[in-house]
């Protein structure tokens, strides 16, 4: 039988806390080396007008492969990036690689290809990083157009429509890319933000979308952020549209575009290419 130690507190505890540190400790550590020597890259999936099926953005999605030859996925990474204050650099450069991505497609399409891409920006890079600046060399460094990049953030990252990062929220439009609010629904209820911020999409959750056609309750959800984001100029995009009967409904509703399995999963910037080549044309 297990018997507790002097602290107290069982062993079998102990040593999972413990397990869980070294498992921490050990990613960031290897984040580190990895953003350092080019071990991330980007996917890249499609969001697609619900009118006609054409391709307007494609969303970069931060991969990591170890040098063991494991995928990380972001949900396990980007946290730890965050309190290891990674995020930075990692920000950095996954806004400069989807811009570089971009630029190459307007190189291979002899002009502009059409699109933008949507860049997601943590909560905590907004706070700490100098990021209109930023944003604008880097945007000027591929010579792209702000209107060619969509800023992703989350509900988190606003505490108010009065702190620093409202107004840093200003600047990025005043500049003139475009600002989605990511993952919308699963954040705190404080809504007023929405109207004193200039947000230009709002990205319904993939929680009120997957599972809306059997669940009336999710339905009147979707419904509700539609017609708040009519009613406050906002376009929409719904998260996570895995067949044609979800897109169906969900333009029947009068959201405006799609993103999710049905078109496509995040695929590496070639795959992303041809499949822009194939639906745009
Ligand atoms: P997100 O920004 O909401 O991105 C959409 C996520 O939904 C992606 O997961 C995508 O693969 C997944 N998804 C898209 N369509 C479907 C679908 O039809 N069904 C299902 N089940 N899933 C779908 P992913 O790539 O694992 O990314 C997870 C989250 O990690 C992202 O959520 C974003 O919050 C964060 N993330 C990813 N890359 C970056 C990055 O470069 N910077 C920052 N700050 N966060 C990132
Ligand atoms: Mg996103
Ligand atoms: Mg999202
Ligand atoms: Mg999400």
Known sequence: AKRAKRTGFPEVYRSEALDVMRAEFSIETELRRAIESGDLHLHYQPICDLANG?????????????EAGEDIPPARFIPVAEEAGLIVPLGRWALDEALRTLAGWDEAAGGNCGVAVAVNLSAVQLQRDDVVPMVERTLAAHGLAPRRLTIELTESAIVSDRDPTADT?????????TIAMDDFGTGYSNLGYLQSLPIDLLKIDR???????????????????????????????AEGIESEALEQTLGALGCDYGQGYLYACPIGAEGAYQLLLERNR
């Open 54 to 66: 054409r391709i307007v953005s494609f969303e970069a999605l931060a991969r990591w492969r170890t």
């Open 169 to 177: 929220l200003r600047a990025l439009k005043a500049l003139g890319t």
């Open 207 to 237: 929680s009120f979308v997957s599972g809306m056609l059997a669940n009336r309750d999710k339905v009147a959800i979707v419904r509700a952020v539609l017609s708040l984001a009519q009613t406050l100029g906002m376009r929409t995009t």
